[in-house]
């Protein structure tokens, strides 16, 4: 009896392991076959396996051997996985438009995407594939991805391709069908015909080209070993028409739109020609376009030491651009350590994203090897200067100048901003929003925020700067004690001006400001200096007021006119406009006048507490 005990028992674990040897088979996904189709043309050096896009395999594996050695690494990767354990519990995205967009829809599946395959791909842990899949059959389900506003159709089709690339031999076959089939019909397709229809974004010189452009590239790359006369039809395509946009990277690597858009612009940039680079083995000479070696500059030197940026165009209240992800990239393709140093910096006080994980460079420790002083031209023109790159207490000075028309710009042509003491004491307001009553269209500049009336510019007869105006550089000067620039913006106000000047000094060792403005007047009329801040502001007299935010001041001194007197005003504006509330203008204001008016207004910081000493001697900005 014991021995036929010991039998079933042995017979009964036996037929267990073979059941549960048998239930993994059937679980384990077949191995997916990539088609023997003939790869000609623009596609004949691409890889045929899956995953080709951004992160390869091989790239995988060599950032994993590098996390056990490089603790930033490890950090950011780690970041990525817990964003993830966080995306497995959300609810599923709905197809819900806010105004006529989409986008909010695409970036939240692109995101959970990304972070839900990547942490897959990282750890092997099958608790983060079933969500990504269950993400991007979702949205393959809905009717359409907007292509009335087509960023949203580029963004979801990049999410999309991301996932069905990366996890392409995880899934099963009816998944990879369904995806695909997707993929194609709401988001290849509807690319195609807006090629064939010569859909206004293809070939224009900001952000919506390098979007538009770029996730369509990135979804013909993910099926076109099976679907290659689609996807060679959007890739000739979509590389024929990326360097409208990439030249306005040129000369020096500023970005006309601002730096939020900057950001997005640029990610676009970084995600399609790393595409293409993973993907087909080439950049198609895309990474030559002028400017672009430089830009990775751009948000080094347009963050001052509080973390906000130079604030100009459409970009978001208090912006700050945080770690520019596309600069890692950058620091890659032209070997500058400044600019993933950057990225890396700003990571310490923030949450990596998976970008910092894929294009991750080792750390140089290059910043004091950065020039205080940074001069940037283009259709928009840019003048930087601070103290120092360690003190976050530093003086930092940004100064604008280009062309009024630039997509998403404002009326500010020679507007400033200013750091000193760990505060922003000149600022700027940003956008409002886009969902305002023609927002984009013939009430642009009616609201208060995109006027000149908003910004830190001179506003003569109480009207903003000419909606067509250019202004540039003349003359600027970096690397000396007292470091300045001057512009010419003449076309801002030539209804009541032969000549209109604005210049910006360094003074006393980097600790003080001079803004100083010359006008030609060829009528009588009033002009209205005017700084927007969130200080307290207390008129002292009229030629001097004292501005108190977060227990730092700042003390303002009108030099000249004799007849400019401060006072101070309230922002604020009515809904549905954003309100600006707690937020003044510092303003300096003369009465009618005519011929040539000189305003010299200087800006003191209270470095030891007190006053600083001042000279009250005024040069014209010609002996400057």
């Known amino acids: 009896m014991k021995k036929l005990n010991q039998f079933i028992l042995i017979f009964f674990l036996v037929f267990q392991l073979s059941t549960l040897a048998s239930c993994e088979k059937s679980e384990k996904i077949a191995p997916a076959k990539v088609p023997e189709i003939e790869l000609t043309g623009i596609l004949s050096t691409m890889q045929r396996e899956h995953p080709r896009l951004l992160l390869t395999d091989v790239r995988l594996a060599e950032l994993k051997t590098l996390s056990n050695t490089d603790i930033k690494l490890k950090k950011y990767a780690a970041d990525v996985i817990a964003q993830a354990d966080k995306d497995i519990f959300k609810s599923p995205i709905e197809h819900v438009l806010i105004g006529p967009r989409l986008l909010d829809k695409s ?40 292509p009335s506003h087509f960023l949203d159709v580029a963004e979801m089709t990049h999410a999309v391709a991301i996932g069905y690339d990366w996890l392409y031999n995880d899934m099963d076959q009816s998944a990879r069908d369904l995806i695909k089939a997707g993929l194609i019909k709401l988001g290849l397709e509807e690319g195609k015909k807006a090629y064939a229809g010569n ?67 640029t990610d676009y940039t970084a995600y399609g020609i790393s595409a293409l680079q993973s993907a087909l083995q080439s950049d198609f000479e895309l990474n030559n376009s002028p400017g672009m070696n430089l830009t990775g500059y751009f948000p080094i030197y347009s963050a001052g030491p ?32 400044h600019f993933s140093d950057f990225v890396i910096d700003q990571l310490e006080t923030r949450t990596a994203n998976v970008f910092d994980v894929i294009w991750f460079r080792p750390y140089a420790n290059s910043a004091a090897q950065r020039d205080l002083d940074k001069f940037f031209d283009g259709k928009v023109a840019l003048y930087f200067s601070r103290s120092s790159w360690t003190d976050q207490n530093a003086l930092w000075v940004g100064f604008k100048a280009g062309y009024n028309k630039v997509n998403h ?112 007047l060829t009528k009588a009329s009033t002009i209205a200096w005017g700084m927007t801040t969130d200080a307290v502001i207390q008129i002292i007299s009229s030629k001097k007021a004292e501005l108190t935010l977060n227990g730092k001041k700042l003390t303002a001194i009108i030099l000249s006119p004799e007849n400019a007197v401060f006072t101070s005003e309230s922002a604020q504006q009515a809904k549905p406009q954003k309100e600006n509330l707690g937020v003044s203008r510092l303003m300096a204001r003369i009465p009618e006048s005519s011929g040539n008016v000189t305003f010299s207004i200087l800006m003191l910081p209270h470095w030891d507490g007190n006053t600083p000493s001042y000279s009250t001697e005024i040069i014209s900005l010609s002996g400057w």
Not at 232 to 244: D, H, R, V
Not at 465 to 478: G, L, P, R, W
């Open 107 to 146: 970036r939240e599946c692109l995101s959970r995407v990304y972070n839900l395959a990547f942490a897959y791909r990282w750890t092997g842990n099958a608790k983060y594939l079933s969500p990504a899949v269950s993400n991007m059959r979702t949205v393959c389900a809905f009717a359409d991805w907007n």
């Open 306 to 337: 509080t973390g906000y940026m130079l604030n100009y165009a459409d970009a978001g209240e208090k912006s700050k651009l945080g770690a520019p992800h596309p600069a890692m990239w950058l620091a890659n393709v032209y070997n500058n350590n």
């Open 409 to 520: 710009a404002h009326l500010d042509l020679g507007n400033f901003e200013m750091d000193a003491l760990g505060v922003r004491w000149a600022r700027d307001l940003g956008s409002d929003d886009y969902n305002l009553p023609d927002y984009f269209g013939s009430k642009r500049y009616s609201y208060y925020r995109l006027q000149s009336l908003s910004h830190n510019v001179p506003v003569i007869n109480g009207k903003s700067q000419d909606v067509d105006a250019t202004s540039k550089f003349i003359k600027h000067s970096e690397g000396i004690m007292e470091p300045f620039s001057i512009i010419d913006f003449t076309s801002a106000y030539k209804e009541f001006v032969s000549s209109a000047m604005r210049g910006l000094k360094i003074l006393d060792g980097r600790k003080s400001v001079l803004i100083q403005d010359e006008f030609a």
């Open 199 to 265: 859909a206004w974004w293809t070939k224009v010189d900001h952000n919506w080209n390098q979007v538009c452009n770029g996730g369509l590239l990135i979804g013909a790359l993910a099926v076109a070993e099976t679907d290659t006369a689609i996807a060679s039809y959007i890739l000739k395509k979509a590389i024929e028409n990326l360097p409208f946009a990439l030249k306005s990277y040129g000369p020096d690597g500023v970005w006309g739109e601002g730096p939020g858009y900057w950001g997005y612009a």
